[in-house]
Structure formats: C-alpha cells, structure tokens
C-alpha cells in the first residue's frame, strides 16, 4: 500500500534501499536486531452503527465507527521479532513531540536491557525501524539514538509497505 503515487526519485530510493537491504541480509541475518515502533490513536468513545446494508432475509449487523472528533489517547508500541518490548499510552489528546519521543528510545532502552538480556550482551546493537514523522527526525532525538549506540535502518519516504 502506498499512500500516493510515486515521482521517478522516490521510486528508485525505495529500489535502492530494499536491494541494500536485501544485500545486507544475505551477508548475515540481522532481522534479530530490527526493534520497531508505531503510534495509534486510540478512541474512548465507540458508538454502534445502527444501519446497515445486507442482502434480503439476512439479519443486519452493528459495526463499530470510530469517533474521529471525540476524546482519544496515543498509543506507543514497540516490537522485535519476539514480540511487544514497550508500550505507553498518552494522555489524552497529547501527541508525541521530540522531547517525549527522546525519552521513550530511553525507556525502550531500558525495557530492552531488562526483557531481552542478548541486547546487553551483545552490546546494544539495536537497528531501529522508525517512520519519518517530524518527531523522529529531530536533531535531540537522532542525538538520543547516538548516544544508544543504535543503527538507523533506512526508511525511505511514503513506504509504510516495506516495514518488516
């Protein structure tokens, strides 16, 4: 799925990047030390349909609408290929900044010290998986990410498909 129709540039950065993935990959595995995260918005307020549409003689069904406009919360989460390392949830209708998302690759940090003891081991050398949203590119947060001793794992524009 791609959010947009992409120009001739952005076509081949995506190409590039998944055949140095790809490349990478071969050479040794390193989906072990991929963590990645996402954000979602979390609705308090869920409201039943009450109408819809079905073929003749069948019963109808409720489906559940989102309230875009109502009181939500964030939720974080991060994973590896073992599963969920972190989460947090937002206060409600508070979005992630550069210095909250700072203070979560700590946490994760330390969620990852405590829950995946091979990441102490081996050094901490994480490969963080992240979109490009404006929180995650701020110099504090890349600063942040340095001082870990993590690896950024390219992730071109407009390719939530090429998450692992």
């Known amino acids: 799925w791609v959010p947009h129709e992409l120009n001739e ?14 490349q990478r990959h071969e050479r040794k595995s390193v989906l072990h030390r991929i963590v990645t995260g996402e954000e979602k918005w979390i609705y308090f307020k869920n409201p039943k349909r009450k109408k819809s549409w079905v073929n003749p003689g069948q019963p109808s069904t409720s489906t559940a609408k ?18 969920v390392v972190y989460h947090e949830l937002l206060k409600p209708g508070e979005n992630v900044n550069a210095g909250g998302y700072e203070q979560q690759m700590i946490n994760l940090n330390h969620a990852l010290i405590e829950k995946r003891q091979e990441w102490a081991r081996r050094h901490g050398k994480v490969i963080l998986l992240h979109d490009n949203a404006p929180a995650h590119k701020a110099k504090r947060v890349q600063d942040a990410i ?18 692992p």
């Open 146 to 163: 340095k001082t870990l001793g993590w690896e950024l794992l390219p992730h071109p524009p407009y390719t939530p498909d090429l998450a």
């Open 9 to 22: 540039r952005q076509m081949e950065n995506r190409k590039n990047t998944c055949e140095i993935l790809l």
């Open 66 to 83: 989102p309230d875009r406009f109502g009181k939500k919360t964030m939720l974080c989460v991060w994973w590896d290929q073992k599963g």
